[in-house]
């Protein structure tokens, strides 16, 4: 089972006649099972997604009863208010391997930028991978105290992944962050640099 439930409540009536604050209109399909039109508690999924993302599985209840393992697949928003107005749920088979889009977590101090002033530069800051439900990570770890020097690099092949998880979108040498001697914005884009730079 996953950390994460998500109560819902079957909807017979179309979304826009039961959306208001308080009720968010919802759908869940996949693994070849029935679909249902759901009904969800406005601000408990926002707690919940604040949380799970869209790459942790939530255990899906219907009446206190699970009905599956689903992601959070889809959100739509409304174009004035900007506030999520549908949810689509995916289910998830889990004896069968599936894709998801993982973000990388950053963590730790670079050297090179706290002891020499540099800039971290982030390539890449989410992935695709490939596994079973039950290996999907929320998140993968990029630890950056190994930039020691302006010549450090963290690749895609130095991730420490879950067993059982593969990036499928990246090739192993794909650079994912280093640190650069410090320069403007203006500068890296007049080196034709298309990175997103950050500080550590």
């Keep these: 089972m996953s950390d994460y439930k998500l109560e819902a409540k079957i909807r017979t009536e179309k979304g826009e006649k039961i959306r208001d604050k308080s009720n968010l209109p919802a759908v869940v399909y996949g693994a070849g099972q029935e679909n249902y039109n ?10 919940l997604y604040d949380l799970a993302g869209s790459s942790s599985l939530i255990d899906l209840l219907l009446d206190g009863k699970s009905i599956g393992q689903v992601l959070i697949h889809d959100l739509q928003y409304d174009p004035i208010s900007n506030r999520v107005s549908h949810v689509d749920l995916k289910r998830i088979n889990m004896n069968k391997e599936m894709e998801a889009t ?13 002891e020499h002033g540099g800039t971290l530069v982030k390539n890449i800051e989410e992935v ?11 998140e993968i770890v990029v630890g950056l105290s190994v930039l020691q020097t302006f010549d450090d690099v963290i690749r895609i092949k130095h ?16 650079v994912v962050a280093k640190a650069v001697p410090a320069l403007t914005e203006e500068q890296l884009k007049a080196e034709g640099v298309n990175y997103k730079v950050g500080t550590c």
């Design 128 to 138: 695709d991978v490939r596994c079973l439900p039950k290996d999907l990570p929320s």
């Design 159 to 174: 991730l420490n992944l879950p067993t059982g998880v593969r990036i499928i979108n990246r090739g192993e040498n794909d």
């Design 102 to 114: 993982v973000e990388l977590e950053f963590i730790g101090e670079a050297p090179a930028v706290k």
């Design 38 to 47: 759901l009904v969800l508690d406005y601000k408990v999924f926002g707690k």
